[in-house]
């Protein structure tokens, strides 16, 4: 079956994405920095189809990417989708009074890391058959613009990446999509909105579902958009 690799994958959609990616029988690498909350993951799948990589993408090198796409080269040879789902979500600030160094942490992890995940993993997606490169973006950005400081700006960024890639990749075997991705309930979405009901918003198994029925599957899924 294929081979999938999901940053962000111990909690939230990343989990979700990689649940039911596996449930499908396809072989996935779940990516995350935060290693309990993996080891807690793999235990619950209890599939071989798992395999954890550990990595806290704010304080990856160029050589930890470089490892990354050499472990995947000889242990998988190629790579059939690539979903870029990690993301940190700091509190509203306006850009005013917005800290500095969470404002370069936020666009590293959020923006530059997947920056060198692409240039890492293009090889190995370009040996596939028909690679997939998904990135997961956030349409409140859009609708309310206002306090999402460094995050919105690294989700903007996230965007004309892939567009970007899109663009100059349309001739080889990838394909990109966008995932511009309504409110759901998320831990981080909570915290920001602790008086929200989040039985009120979709859930992130249903957010994992519309995005895999069209990139998996070729079926219409809203705010998913092959470019």
């Known amino acids: 079956m294929s081979v999938y690799l999901i940053t962000g994958a111990a909690q939230g959609l990343g989990k979700a994405l ?3 990616l596996i449930e499908q029988e396809h072989d996935v690498i779940l990516l995350d920095k935060d290693m309990g909350a993996l080891n807690k993951l793999y235990d619950e799948l209890n599939s071989d189809k798992a395999a954890l ?3 806290d993408l704010l304080g990856a090198n160029i050589d930890h990417y470089q490892q990354l796409q050499d472990i995947l080269n000889e242990n998988y040879g190629q790579l059939d989708g690539l ?15 917005f800290d500095y160094k969470q404002w370069y942490e936020v666009l590293h992890t959020n923006l530059n890391a997947n920056f060198h995940l692409i240039q890492s993993c293009m090889p190995l997606l370009l040996k596939a058959s ?7 973006s956030d349409q409140s950005i859009e ?4 306090y999402y400081g460094a995050y919105g700006v690294a989700k903007a960024g996230l ?4 567009k970007s890639v899109a663009a100059e990749t349309r001739e080889l075997s990838l394909e990109c999509y966008l995932a511009k ?7 981080a979405r909570g915290r920001l909105f602790p008086g929200e009901n989040p039985l009120d918003l979709p859930q992130a198994d249903e957010m994992a579902k519309h995005i895999l029925d069209i990139v998996l599957h ?7 958009h092959k470019l």
């Open 18 to 20: 990689s649940t039911q």
């Open 53 to 55: 990589y550990p990595m």
């Open 83 to 97: 979903f870029l789902n990690a993301a940190t979500l700091p509190a509203f600030t306006p850009i005013a009074q």
């Open 130 to 136: 028909k690679g997939q490169l998904v990135a997961i």
């Open 143 to 146: 609708d309310h613009p206002a």
């Open 159 to 162: 965007e004309q990446m892939i």
């Open 181 to 187: 991705l309504e409110p759901f309930a998320t831990e």
């Open 218 to 224: 070729g079926l219409n899924a809203e705010l998913v």
